[in-house]
């Protein structure tokens, strides 16, 4: 009998390991991220209509718990897209999203900052896109940028995750200042971008929105566009909430000699914490902790960067090289 109930355990030891293995195979390797300090604990999460307007398809946007969270939806008839009631000239800013499951190829969730309504020719972004997948394949991470209108260069980098998005709400965050562009991940940072010589004409330099979107990108967005939305699996739902907006807010305000005269003013949210995304000494450069975070999460997740892409760039941008 103790024969018997020793076989069994080593058979269930050996289906379970098969089991992992063909989980990893389908969804790639899970690593744990190391331990990080969670700079989203710093700051008050607002609601959702606290903080954003509707951007465009404001039937497929659904308020829910009191307009603490959001629906975003992709159909047939439209995507949609939410876009903050301010303007931003640095800051932090996060926004905790749940992806779209099943079959989601085509379909694109961006959190992003823009001004392109303001500065149409020369305008800046900062860039979070959730790319769909088709069969088993994971959601894909792309982070891009540009400054005073560089548009002809893509500065795009591409990740995967090290959990699945469409089981719970993650933390998508970009910090700007004058120092350097962070991109973080549930507050592991994937990408930074120092503000420095190289790469000083298109650092982004001006007041932008923040805004999130779902859309139909099926002519590109997956495989260069080789599997496009697939309408039989509508509606595309994101779930949008933990909104965090700190930062530096750009206001008209009346010049005291002219009320006709409007001149730009920069003022702190006023429950701001003691922690100051755009001047503080702990938000000029990464932490050792938050290094060795970077590095983890680029080590094991990245898969594509235009620095490396000899291809599409015969010489590469300056900052590729600089030191």
Not at 36 to 61: A, C, P, W
Not at 222 to 233: D, L, Q, R
Not at 236 to 263: D, W
Not at 285 to 311: E, N
Request: proline share 4%; glycine share 6%; aromatic share 14%.
């Amino acid at each position: 009998m103790e024969l018997f109930l020793r076989d069994r355990k080593f058979l269930l030891s050996q289906f379970l390991i098969l089991c992992m293995i063909i989980v990893v195979s389908c969804r790639g390797p899970v690593y744990k991220p190391p331990e990080i300090e969670k700079l989203t604990y710093h700051f008050s999460r607002l609601s959702v209509n606290q903080s954003y307007n509707v951007f465009y398809g404001g039937t497929n946007i659904h308020m829910t718990n009191n307009g603490s969270s959001a629906e975003i939806i992709l159909d047939k008839s439209s995507g949609s897209g939410l876009i903050s009631k301010e303007k931003y000239y640095y800051g932090f800013f996060n926004a905790a999203l749940k992806l779209p499951a099943h079959f989601t190829s085509g379909v694109v969730v961006a959190f992003y900052m823009s001004n392109s309504d303001v500065f149409p020719h020369n305008h800046d972004e900062i860039d979070f896109e959730l790319l769909g997948h088709e069969k088993r394949r994971d959601w894909v991470l792309q982070t891009n940028l540009y400054g005073n209108g560089s548009v002809h260069t893509g500065r795009e980098e591409k990740f995967y995750l090290w959990f699945d998005p469409t089981l719970d709400f993650h933390d998508y965050t970009i910090l700007w200042n004058n120092h350097h562009i962070v991109f973080l991940v549930d507050n592991v940072p994937i990408r930074e971008v120092v503000h420095n010589t190289a790469i000083s004409s298109v650092y982004p330099s001006k007041p932008m929105s923040i805004i999130v979107t779902i859309w139909d990108g099926s002519e590109w967005a997956t495989h260069g566009g080789k599997y496009p939305v697939n309408y039989n699996y509508a509606p595309f739902i994101t779930t949008m909430k933990g909104i965090e907006l700190e930062g530096c807010i750009k206001q008209q305000k009346n010049n005291t000699n002219s009320s006709s005269i409007l001149t730009s003013t920069c003022s702190k949210r006023s429950s701001t914490s003691s922690f100051d995304p755009v001047d503080g000494e702990g938000f000029m450069k990464l932490s050792s902790q938050q290094m060795a975070g970077l590095d983890w999460a680029r080590r094991k997740h990245m898969f594509y960067s235009y620095c490396q892409d000899t291809k599409r760039y015969k010489v590469l941008p300056p900052e590729c090289t600089a030191k």
